[in-house]
């Protein structure tokens, strides 16, 4: 079947020379970690007393005045 799409495998020169797209690996996971940061941020100045539960056992309580 291979044969018939004419199908040829890329030498390792050829694989170093094809560049990823506009957005890559690392652009999107700087994007996701900002967004859970802001939205950390977001919840810790938006509510009077929260209770913040992180990965890790990190956990933070904010009383309100």
Do not use: C, W
């Not at 050829?14 to 506009?22: A, R």
């Not at 940061?37 to 056992?57: D, H, M, T």
Request: hydrophobic residues 45%; glycine residues 10%.
């Amino acid at each position: 079947m291979l044969n018939q799409l004419h199908y040829q495998e890329l030498s390792i020169e050829e694989t170093k020379n094809i560049k990823g797209g506009f957005l890559g690996l690392e652009v999107v996971t700087a994007f996701a970690i900002l967004s859970v940061i802001s939205v950390l941020i977001y919840k810790i100045f938006s509510s009077r007393a929260s209770e913040i539960n992180l990965p890790g056992g990190f956990k933070f309580k904010l009383s309100g005045n």
